[in-house]
């Protein structure tokens, strides 16, 4: 940039940082000498310099205390509208560009700042209030300019009354790729997409009639058909009688910079993990399609999709699984929808469809099962297949409410039923899941609680060795004393515990109260062990290992005096975390078996490779074995092979001395159940240790 073009031009700087502002007034005595710098320290401050100053161009940190550079520009824009006005903002601020693009703000200078871009962008804004100057030239005026406008990075040009091109600068040829012999001489309309020609024609229309367009986005075509965005100015040029005999065109390539916009419209309408709408612009359709419907008298669908297991995923695996996951999921449910339906990520494991004009009967239906089907196949994670599955609410208008607040509460509420039914499957609203919805959230504000309260106790099951009925251990069974429900056992609270992540500070205090009685016990002579069981989410909290090494530390424990039990579907349920996990608890001391072994649905390929103890018998083998042989031929079965494998084997449920008998018998190890004592407060424990 030519020194001797800055002169006259006032340039504002407006930045909160001193060291910003420090920055600019360095890097402009060096490269704009001659162009007169002022520095604001806010937008107030701005707006009040540019009133008294006017300076040509602005220059702003977009994030200020006290007014913020959009405030400040919108202001500047009432006094000004036609001054340049630069952005200085960050990547991560899609909402700051929005705005400042919807106020006309054309130029942005990312932080942090580089300087090669920032002459960039003031020496185009320089150029342009050149080329404005131009216009108002006379024409001895505008002969000294010629320099400029033929090197010029815009394309400058004119067009006679009759639409031909009878100039072309360098900058044309450059934006266009077509040199001034192969466009002079040519219709404008060879510049726009044949679509778009006829637009292109009726501008050069209005200029012609002396109508002044100013920055007129449109679509132009350059000489190897690659269609490019461009700012289009027009105005009329004076023949020596003063009467229009053409127009005078500045088209500047705005590709990069529409492209830039795009992006950040698109970003701050969609989710940037999974590309999926977020909830801003799914809330949006929601607003379109509901009135909609309304007015032509068709039903709508909202569907809420929360993914079950999400956190144990994310706990066990990272989060970086935990988000290839989401991606994944995001891919499988676009091929379950139909051309008309919308699918949105709300955030967190949360999906949405919004399955409007519901006339055919049956599109929900495939719908439902299509998502329902795509999560039965394993997702691929970090090279492992890992399950996953989903639960599903569902509201319909006009059956379920009139508003979006409604439906979309009702959806969620549906969904929360579905967890608690099973998993991959779906529910509809209706009034019934409504108040099974509010007895449940208020038995998870209780659950919370709980333990504060002291609300919780345990209860002690003797276990015994099979021949000699001596006493060898106790399994620690938790209650919950509700403050409205009275007494309840774990059926009746532990699934809401295993789903809000109460179960987590709950199963610590089991394990630490089960190791302080089972201390006292040996304390007072009796060598017990105590059995702890761990839920699902308990076993796969990445704190467990570290969690129980401090707990028996604390309490004093002899580690291989406390035994957890786990089911066979949590053992299953990540075969890697399990092995790892397991080999941990058996380096830390803590022994390991199955529960209700047979129940599920294991491999005994991974459980033989693990350190594993015992195995208990599910009671329903138990009980029916005096009257099923088949359940006779799985105890001896599961006898054998744990034998075999070097692992003792509980029978649970045993009642009745027939029972424990076959039990006997079939070479069972230990037995635990109502013949021997049912569950028993610690009080009542240690009597029943004094009598044995």
Request: charged share 25%; hydrophobic share 40%; with cysteine.
């Amino acid at each position: 940039m030519e020194q001797s073009s800055l002169s006259g031009i006032t340039f504002l700087y407006v930045e909160d940082d001193s060291d910003g502002r420090e920055m600019i007034s360095r890097i402009f005595a060096v490269r704009y000498p001659e162009l007169k710098l002022l520095v604001a320290e806010n937008g107030q401050q701005g707006l009040v310099m540019f009133e008294i100053y006017r300076p040509d161009i602005v220059m702003s940190d977009m994030n200020m205390p006290v007014m913020n550079g959009i405030l400040m520009a919108k202001e500047i824009r009432k006094l000004a509208p036609e001054v340049i006005i630069i952005a200085v903002t960050a990547h991560n601020e899609p909402s700051y560009l929005l705005e400042s693009i919807e106020i006309g703000i054309r130029h942005y200078v990312l932080k942090p700042v580089n300087t090669t871009e920032l002459f960039m962008v003031i020496d185009k804004s320089v150029e342009e209030i050149m080329l404005k100057r131009l216009v108002r030239y006379t024409e001895a005026e505008r002969a000294k300019l010629a320099a400029i406008v033929e090197y010029s990075n815009d394309a400058i040009f004119s067009v006679t009354d009759e639409g031909i091109i009878s100039s072309w600068n360098s900058g044309a040829e450059a934006i266009y790729g077509y040199t001034a012999e192969e466009v002079q001489g040519k219709n404008v309309a060879l510049l726009a997409p044949s679509d778009r020609s006829e637009e292109v024609l009726q501008l050069y229309r209005k200029a012609l009639d002396g109508e002044v367009i100013k920055h007129f986005e449109t679509v132009g075509c350059r000489k190897d058909s690659k269609q490019i965005m461009i700012s289009l100015t027009l105005s009329t040029i004076l023949d020596a009688s003063g009467n229009i005999a053409g127009v005078s065109s500045i088209a500047r390539d705005i590709t990069e910079r529409s492209e830039m916009e795009a992006t950040i419209k698109h970003q701050a309408q969609h989710d940037l993990l999974t590309d999926l709408p977020n909830r801003q612009l799914f809330m949006d359709f929601l607003s379109v399609e509901l009135p909609q419907a309304r007015r032509n008298g068709t039903k709508l669908a909202l569907l809420f999709l929360d993914l079950n297991g999400f956190k144990q995923i994310n706990d066990t695996l990272g989060h970086h699984a935990g988000d290839c996951l989401l991606q994944e999921v995001a891919q499988r449910l676009r091929g379950c929808i139909r051309e008309s339906d919308t699918v949105a990520r709300l955030g967190g494991d949360e999906f949405t469809v919004l399955m409007p004009d519901l006339s055919q009967g049956g599109d929900l239906g495939n719908v439902l099962r299509k998502i329902l089907g795509v999560f039965e196949t394993p997702f691929m994670l970090e090279g492992s297949p890992v399950n996953c599955t989903t639960s599903i609410g569902i509201s319909m208008y006009p059956d379920d409410g009139n508003s979006i607040d409604e439906l979309m509460k009702k959806a969620d509420i549906a969904m929360y039923d579905a967890k608690g039914a099973a998993r991959n499957t779906y529910q509809f609203y209706n009034a019934e899941i409504n108040d099974r919805t509010m007895k449940r959230q208020q038995m998870e504000t209780f659950l919370r609680q709980a333990v504060g309260r002291g609300e919780l106790q345990l209860l002690f099951q003797p276990l015994v060795n099979s021949d000699t009925r001596e006493i060898i251990g106790a399994e620690a069974l938790l209650r919950w004393r509700h403050p409205e429900q009275g007494l309840l056992t774990p059926d009746q609270f532990l699934a809401v515990a295993e789903d809000t992540g109460a179960i987590v500070p709950i199963g610590e205090w089991v394990i630490r109260n089960a190791c302080d009685h089972a201390r006292e016990w040996n304390d007072k002579g009796y060598p017990l062990s105590v059995i702890v069981n761990l839920s699902n989410r308990q076993f796969h909290h990445p704190g467990l290992i570290d969690k129980t090494a401090k707990i028996l530390a604390e309490t004093g424990l002899n580690p291989q005096q406390l035994k957890f039990e786990v089911s066979e579907n949590t053992i299953m349920d990540n075969i890697d975390f399990s092995y790892r996990s397991v080999q941990e608890l058996a380096d830390l001391g803590v022994a390991l078996s199955i529960d209700n072994f047979g129940s599920g649905a294991s491999s005994l390929q991974w459980i033989t490779k693990m350190p594993i103890n015992k195995v208990k018998i599910d009671r329903s083998f138990i009980r029916n074995m005096l009257t099923e042989p088949h359940d006779m031929a799985v105890v001896n079965a599961v006898v054998a092979m744990s034998h075999n494998l070097k692992m003792r084997v509980i029978a649970h449920g045993v009642e009745t001395e027939k029972q424990l008998s076959m039990v006997q018998r079939s070479g069972c190890d230990e037995v635990q159940g109502f013949l021997i004592s049912g569950p028993l407060q610690s009080e009542e424990f240690e009597r029943f240790l004094d009598r044995a």
